[in-house]
């Protein structure tokens, strides 16, 4: 069952190209995902490849053949062979207006092409430019990768530049992360627990965690990031998306823009975040990355303090935090409960663990819960246990987020993608930490990042991972 239950009167994608076809996004992730819906018999349209690449079509189809192969999918060779069959390549630069001609002649008789813009975002705007100017702007639906804007202000003209020509029924930015089956679960898990949504607000929340840390650098993408950083490349879009889908109060009902609607209310009722509560670290080790600038201030971490102003959340402290060079790759959600009074027959209980709900997104994707029960024997002191599902059921055997996506803008359903509301909120939100911020604090790969990043939480416990702090010295 769908998400949403979008009317069916929208018309499906009769033809995708994919912009960008030589880039890294394509090769890991988009011909993996297109050959996976081919599989399912979900895909059935023709494939444009464009790129500046000499290539003949036997060459993309080489590319594509190789891509799904790193990419470990089961082989099938029958839907690869359907794929091919329908898939051609049209070379040329975006800043050409041939290209889009050429393009336009390899469409054929396309009603509903859907574009797929997997290129450098300062190219966004030519390629939508193009598209109209190559006549193939009508019946057309956009997929405009992130990051949507470098700020506010970009993201506000390029909103602008892109409404010029297409309207925002059009536009579907996509944010993988939302197309995750952990992402999608939490609805489940909110909204239809009895146990968990008459919780879920500041009476009974004291605080939430949500930690995005990856164990390893940034590669081979020095030049790339060190133009970005943490706070654009996953902050603002995956981390903010996922305070939206936390936050968000039961949409009024099952259609995108209710849902839509929620997300963009929890946005905007968060505060700016201010650089006091702002941590931004750079791993060790980054200013020898190829592409890195050997002076670069770049963060590589970046951890903060969010409000929410709503009647749900306010109060309660929202920690966000995403790094490079971490102890551990782990993305996940812990919302951390008020202590209840005190049992009767403790004089103490300020060291007893909280409850919590735990949600992993990755590597495994399953909610546990901590719980208090009485340790066995004479003692009456509670012990933690965690409730969580045995691992068999913590795999994520759904579709991979591209492949769902890719399927929902063909569809033309835009509940998974970010409405313009919602993305300038996000932009908002970090705006004043983007530029007034102190310098990066260096910290060690392998740790779990600044040290400064402890007192952002101080009277909220730890980050999930860290160790208890090491004692202080002997009064
Ligand atoms: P790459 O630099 O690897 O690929 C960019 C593609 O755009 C290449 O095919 C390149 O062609 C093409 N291109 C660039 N300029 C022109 C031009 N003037 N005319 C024709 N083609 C051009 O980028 P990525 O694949 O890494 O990223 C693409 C988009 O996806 C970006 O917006 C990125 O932020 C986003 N993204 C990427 C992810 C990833 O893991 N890579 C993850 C999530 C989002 P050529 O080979 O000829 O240079």
Redesign the pocket.
């Known amino acids: 069952m769908p998400l949403s239950s979008e009317p069916q009167d929208k018309p499906r994608s009769d033809l995708l190209v994919m912009?960008?076809?030589?880039?890294?996004?394509?090769?890991?992730?988009l011909f993996p995902a297109i050959y996976r819906l081919e599989c399912r018999h979900r895909l059935g349209i023709p494939v444009i490849g464009?790129?500046?690449?000499d290539w003949s079509d036997a060459d993309l189809h080489e590319h594509c053949r190789s891509s799904i192969a790193d990419a470990g999918e089961d082989w099938d060779q029958a839907a690869f062979d359907r794929l091919i069959a329908r898939m051609t390549y049209v070379g040329?630069?975006?800043?050409?207006p041939t290209?889009f001609e050429r393009l336009r002649g390899a469409a054929g008789l396309t009603r509903h092409p859907i574009f797929h813009?997997?290129?450098?975002?300062?190219?966004?705007a030519?390629?939508a430019d193009g598209i109209h100017a190559g006549g193939l702007a009508e019946g057309a639906r956009l997929i405009?990768?992130?990051?949507f804007g470098r700020d506010h202000a970009s993201a506000v003209a390029l909103n602008t530049t892109l409404h010029e020509k297409f309207p925002e029924s059009a536009i579907f930015r996509?944010d993988?992360f939302v197309g995750k089956e952990a992402l999608r679960s939490l609805l489940v898990t909110r909204f239809a627990n009895a146990i968990a949504e008459p919780l879920w607000n500041r009476t009974y929340v004291s605080s939430v965690k949500i930690t995005m840390a990856e164990a390893f650098g940034v590669e081979d993408?020095g030049s790339?990031y060190d133009s970005?950083g943490a706070l654009r490349?996953v902050v603002q879009n995956h981390l903010l998306q996922m305070v939206a889908l936390l936050g968000m109060e039961q949409p009024v009902n099952e259609h995108s823009k209710a849902l839509r609607d929620e997300k963009a209310k929890v946005l905007e009722a968060c505060r700016v975040v201010e650089p006091e509560h702002f941590v931004r670290g750079q791993y060790a080790g980054y200013l020898d990355v190829a592409g890195v600038r050997p002076d670069s201030d770049t963060e590589t971490y970046a951890a903060f303090r969010l409000d929410i102003d709503s009647p749900r959340w306010s109060g309660v402290p929202f920690f966000l935090r995403a790094g490079k060079a971490l102890a551990e790759t782990v993305t996940e959600m812990t919302i951390e409960f008020k202590s209840p009074p005190r049992p009767l027959w403790l004089r103490d209980h300020s060291h007893l663990p909280h409850n919590s709900i735990r949600i992993e997104a990755k590597p495994e994707n399953f909610a546990a819960i901590t719980w208090l029960h009485k340790e066995p024997g004479e003692t009456m002191m509670p012990d933690v246990i965690t409730l969580a599902p045995p691992p068999e059921e913590r795999l994520d055997t759904g579709p991979e987020p591209y492949e769902l996506l890719i399927e929902e803008a063909m569809k033309g359903d835009p509940t998974l993608f970010a409405r313009e509301d919602s993305v300038l909120e996000s932009w908002r939100i970090v705006e004043r930490i983007l530029t007034d911020h102190e310098p990066v604090e260096r910290y060690a790969q392998g740790s779990w990042g600044p040290s400064s990043a402890r007192r952002l939480t101080q009277h909220h416990g730890r980050w999930p991972g860290e160790p208890p702090a090491p004692p202080g010295p002997m009064p």
Do not use: Q, W
């Open positions: 912009f960008g076809a030589s880039g890294d996004l394509a090769r890991k992730k464009v790129a500046r690449e040329g630069d975006y800043n050409d290209t813009f997997a290129i450098p975002p300062s190219m966004f030519t390629v405009i990768e992130k990051p996509i993988h993408r790339f970005v490349d």
